[in-house]
């Protein structure tokens, strides 16, 4: 069994490296940051779109490339080492994925090449009220093919052009497709730790909406695809993770104190092996993630979990000690650690904070042992 990248998807993640030293630096994360208001880099998301990334793992008949998804992990691990401020994810991970699995010919024949080529911006908006997303706490609904409710936060919300929407339909929750820049829809900015990743509060009054999929399925469907996008975006946590860890190393290679280099002294020498374990641990389990998506294997819903879990407490850890690393300097505006920190919170919650998916891989752990228990029998 290869336990890494071929050569192929290594040469792959190496011009992704170049291409986004040169068009997405930390400089270009700053511009958006200071910016206060773009929520994400049009330029770059608009080469990115030119180079095909978007459609990676579209198939080659709906306008993508067709290469699968570990190149889609390769592409997100570079993405998240640059802290690329852009759309990709609510774009690829959520909005194609949610296409792939549920979408009518039509659907996919009309968006898919449009995401593939980075013209259509697309997001999944699903929560409404703090805490857990659950048929409780679910108030839009779509009555005749109308939908109605609020939904808050969606990331990238302020810039997409199409959503798939969680709503309460005439056979129980279901998806929805709607146009955000049709009638009947309203957006508000809302503020987040991270100003890299826009994200908007949506009003719908009697909006459009076109059914994805089987109605009576939304929150099963909802969960494969955040399970999907949940592999994905561990690769970009790892991303990020590793490139938080190398600055921490990098400055503590560099700065000096009582004439020594503050990274011969015990102290710094632990805080950074206990990141690049908690970075290894992490790899392990998005490396797990990407071959059981790959084949859409029957672990795939446990690797998701893992992967999660592992993915977002390194980048977590990693961003924390990359600013305890720099010291006085480290947790200032000047300083970039805080884009790692930023960016780290934010990819813990995009998809339910990380107790939340404790408790999915609790549960889906369970159930795995119990079949395997029953199938012994």
């Known amino acids: 069994m290869n336990f890494d990248y071929t050569d192929d998807q290594k040469a792959l993640k190496d011009e992704a490296r170049k291409f986004l030293s040169a068009f997405s630096g930390l400089a270009v994360v700053r511009g958006v940051l200071e910016d206060g208001q773009a929520g994400h880099d049009r330029a770059l998301w608009a080469r990115i779109g030119e180079q095909g990334w978007c459609g990676a793992a579209i198939p080659e008949i709906y306008g993508g490339l067709g290469l699968g998804y570990v190149e ?12 690329a401020p852009v759309p990709f994810a609510s774009s690829v991970y959520l909005f194609a994925e949610a296409l792939l699995l549920a979408g009518s010919e039509d659907q996919k024949a009309e968006l898919l090449p449009l995401i593939a080529s980075g013209e259509l911006i697309g997001t999944v908006a699903g929560t409404e009220v703090p805490g857990v997303l659950c048929d409780a706490t679910l108030n839009a609904q779509v009555v005749q093919g109308r939908l109605t409710g609020i939904k808050v936060p969606v990331t990238d919300g302020d ?10 339909g005439e056979a129980g929750p279901a998806l929805y497709l709607v146009d955000l820049t049709g009638p009947g829809v309203t957006r508000e900015p809302v503020s987040t730790i991270d100003p890299t990743r826009g994200a908007a509060s949506l009003r719908f009054e009697g909006a459009p909406a076109q059914a994805l999929g089987l109605e009576g399925n939304g929150f099963e469907l909802l969960a494969r695809i955040q399970d999907r996008a949940a592999i994905l975006m561990a690769f970009e946590q790892l991303g990020g993770a590793d490139r938080a860890l190398e600055m921490a190393r990098d400055y503590a290679l560099e700065r000096y104190a009582f004439g020594r280099q503050i990274g011969s002294y015990q102290a710094i020498k632990h805080k950074l092996a206990d990141v690049f374990v908690r970075n290894e641990v992490a790899r392990a389990n998005a490396y ?34 990359n600013i305890q690393t720099h010291g006085g300097i480290g947790f200032t505006w000047e300083a970039d650690c805080h884009f790692f920190y930023r960016r780290a919170r934010h990819l813990a919650l995009i998809l339910g904070a990380p107790r939340d998916w404790k408790r999915r891989l609790a549960d889906r752990l369970q159930r795995q042992v119990a079949a395997e228990l029953g199938q012994g029998n």
Do not use: H, I, N
Not at 297 to 313: H, I, N
């Open 159 to 168: 810039a997409a052009d199409r959503a798939v929407v969680l709503a309460r």
């Open 72 to 83: 889609l992990c390769a592409l997100a691990e570079e993405l998240g080492r640059a802290v």
């Open 288 to 321: 797990y993630g990407a071959w059981a998506l790959s084949c859409d294997a029957p672990e795939l819903p446990v690797a998701a979990a893992a992967a999660r879990v592992a993915g977002s407490a390194a980048y977590w850890l990693a961003s924390k000690e």
